[in-house]
Every structure is written in C-alpha cells, then in structure tokens.
C-alpha cells in the first residue's frame, strides 16, 4: 500500500508569492490533515479536511487555506508569502480517528 | 480544547539504559493518546497507540507506554537504548471520534555510547 505522498519535496519562494502544496493520502483514507512545522512553533496544526469538507481548522491567518478534492487528494496554498511561513509542512491522512495519522515526508518550504 | 505537555525537551540516555520520556494530556473528554518519533528530514511515524481496552500499549522498537487517567499522563518507555533510538518524540491527543489531534513539543533524545 503506496504511502502518503506530498509533493514538492523542497521549494524555494519569494516573500509576497503564493504557493500550493500537493498532498496524496493513503488509499481509501478520507481525512486529510495538514501541519505547519518549525523550530520555535513545533507541530501546529493548519487544518483537517473529510470527504471534502473542512472539518476543523487551527489558528492561522487566511492566507492559509486548502481544499481536498472527490479522490481525497488535498491541496494547500499560501498566499502572500512571509519570511515566518518558512517551514516544514507535513501532510497526514487516516481512516479513522482511532487509528492515528500516517504522515507524508513533507515539504519543506523556504522563503526569501 | 486537548493539549499536550511533554517534559523535558531534551533527554540524554547512555545505550543500554532506559528510555523514559514523559507526557501528561488534558483533555475533556476520554482521550485517543499516540506516541511518534521523527527522524531528521522526514515525516512521523507512529510508534505506539492508546484507544480504548488494555492501558499498558506495546509499540514498534520495543517502545511501550502506559495510560494513567488518574494522574492524565501517557509516558514512554524503553528499557534498554540503541543508537538508533536517537531522534524525536512527539506526544499527541485527539478527542475520541475527532480528528483533529494536537501534539506536544517534542521531545529530542540522544544515546550515548
């Protein structure tokens, strides 16, 4: 059973950019979950999506929003980038909350 | 709202010696409890889980926790460290039946030889 799969590994963006990250859950996971990861912050959470609907969602600005389409694939963008939003975000799906999460690789995003 | 509170950010241990990393969970309603650890550059791996049943949880790696309502604490242990052991720990908790789980700071371990 292939992984989840978050693409692009690394990317490098100018302050003011928008970006969208690409997250592929495990197949036949329905919940998607997104996490913003940094040094000083730790793991903080960005937002959960299920059956393409946004089920819970963190304390970040607007700027940060996702969507998650039919297949369970999600999406996340950033907009108007900050030199702050440098981070590792990692992507997890599961199938049930009982089962906990099975995380992406990440992508680690830099910003100029 | 769940949160997490994990002791000490940084443990050193001796290869050999036991591993014990503690985590304590508030939570207002009965908690789903997990364990992760990261290595550099990648994503989380669950290690070990608490749901509902048996308190004492066996995990990967010969990790095991222990849930303590009374004392709202899930820590980790190992008894004996291996190199390979060194990376970092993650505490987390959802409610049950919510997805929406929070994780405590970590914890980052190192063995010495």
């Known amino acids: 059973k292939a992984g989840v799969t978050q693409t692009p590994r690394y990317l490098i963006k100018t302050r003011g950019q928008q970006v969208t990250l690409s997250c592929s859950p495990i197949?036949?996971?329905?919940?998607v979950s997104w996490y913003q990861q940094t040094p000083g912050q730790g793991l903080q959470f960005l937002f959960e999506y299920f059956s393409e609907t946004q089920r819970n969602k963190g304390n970040f600005p607007g700027r940060f929003s996702g969507r998650q389409f039919s297949n369970s694939r999600s999406e996340m963008n950033v907009s108007t980038l900050e030199l702050g939003d440098s981070a590792l975000y990692l992507c997890?799906?599961?199938?049930?909350?009982?089962?906990?999460?099975?995380f992406g690789s990440g992508t680690r995003l830099t910003v100029v | 709202a769940q949160s997490v509170t994990q002791l000490g950010s940084h443990v050193s241990v001796s290869e050999g010696a036991l591993v014990l990393l503690r985590c304590n969970y508030s939570?207002?309603?009965?908690?789903?409890l997990f364990w992760y650890v990261q290595y550099p550059n990648q994503g989380l791996q669950l290690l070990l889980k608490y749901t509902t049943g048996a308190t004492l949880v066996k995990g990967i790696n010969g990790f095991e926790a222990e849930f303590k309502k009374s004392e709202t604490s899930f820590h980790l242990t190992k008894p004996s460290a291996h190199m390979s052991d060194a990376a970092e720990y993650f505490c987390a908790v959802s409610d049950q039946g919510n997805n929406d789980m929070r994780f405590g700071a970590g914890t980052r371990l190192t063995v010495k030889p």
């Open positions: 197949s036949g996971h329905r919940s």
């Open positions: 939570s207002s309603v009965p908690p789903y």
């Open positions: 997890a799906s599961s199938d049930r909350a009982s089962y906990g999460y099975t």
